[in-house]
């Protein structure tokens, strides 16, 4: 791909990578605790960023906010100056907006003890089925896709927001084998005769590590003086620019392809794909 991507704000330094912020991390609590309380804090940093890293995975759709805000799959874009963002269908119903993500401690309904209502809670956040474009959209895209037989003015599509959130709902729910019983068992492997167990949990892990890095959500999060334990602690509580999520849930649940889609039949498309 040859998109030139430049940093947001000409002062900035690079991003760190992260095994930077680890160690950062760790150098913060050093400086900042007493040796007696360091172990301590190293562990409480570690499971904090570790934490942080969950909180993420669980709003990782719309944390992103790479291009999409124009229709046009070319020119600047002005939040991240990406010279070439790649066209996406749904980029039109893209609308930011300030965010407070959850308090450490605090219990969503997505958290456990998990039941039939958790379940339908964390469903309903990928179950969107396959999605339809018109084909001019479809030639707009830097990848190909399949037009649909016996409509081939539309061609196929799923946003990959909503497959991350299945992977997350899979490995919470490999987690929980009390409940759900063992993951091998929750289908069959994605790789037929694979000798080494490729197995779904394995590739879940994979995409979500592959959306957090790509998405790479850069709000600061911040250490707080906490009186009871006497001590500055990590906040992940902070405001973040956020992907309006509704209006994505809608635009898939708009274009959701009712019809069974039959995909053994190969129509092929007669368009070109450039980047
Ligand atoms: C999508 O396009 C990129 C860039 O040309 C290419 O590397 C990748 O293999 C393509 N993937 C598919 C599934 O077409």
């Not at 963002?85 to 965010?99: D, T």
């Not at 209502?117 to 084909?135: F, H, S």
């Not at 490995?171 to 091998?184: I, K, Q, V």
């Not at 995409?207 to 602690?233: H, L, S, Y």
Request: proline letters at 6%.
């Amino acid at each position: 791909m040859s998109s030139v991507y430049h940093r947001l704000l000409s002062d900035e330094k690079p991003s760190n990578s992260r095994d930077d912020l680890e160690s950062d991390v760790g150098e913060v609590i050093a400086a900042r605790s007493s040796s007696k309380k360091r172990a301590l804090m190293r562990v409480a940093g570690f499971a904090a960023f570790g934490l942080s890293l969950l909180t993420n995975a669980y709003f990782l759709g719309v944390n992103s906010r790479s291009s999409a805000v124009t229709c046009s799959s070319r020119g600047q874009d002005p939040v991240w100056g990406v010279t070439e963002p790649l066209y996406s269908p749904a980029q039109s119903v893209v609308k930011y907006e300030h965010r407070v993500f959850d308090k450490l401690g605090v219990r969503t309904p997505y958290h456990t003890p998990y039941d039939d209502a958790t379940d339908e809670l964390w469903r309903n956040l990928y179950d969107m089925g396959i999605q339809k474009i018109t084909k001019d959209q479809a030639a707009l895209l830097p990848n190909w896709t399949e037009p649909i037989p016996g409509d081939e003015g539309h061609y196929v599509v799923s946003l990959n927001v909503f497959h991350q959130l299945h992977c997350l709902n899979y490995l919470r729910m490999a987690l929980y084998p009390e409940r759900y019983g063992p993951a091998e068992q929750f289908g069959p492997p994605l790789l037929e005769g694979d000798p080494t167990p490729f197995d779904h949990t394995d590739h879940c892990v994979n995409i979500i590590r592959e959306g957090i890095t790509c998405n790479a959500d850069i709000t600061p999060d911040v250490w707080q003086w906490d009186e009871r334990r006497k001590m500055a602690f990590p906040h992940f509580d902070s405001v973040h620019d956020c992907r309006n999520w509704d209006a994505i849930v809608d635009w898939a649940k708009e274009r959701k392809i009712e019809d069974r889609w039959d995909t053994s039949i190969h129509v092929g498309h007669d368009h070109h794909h450039h980047l």
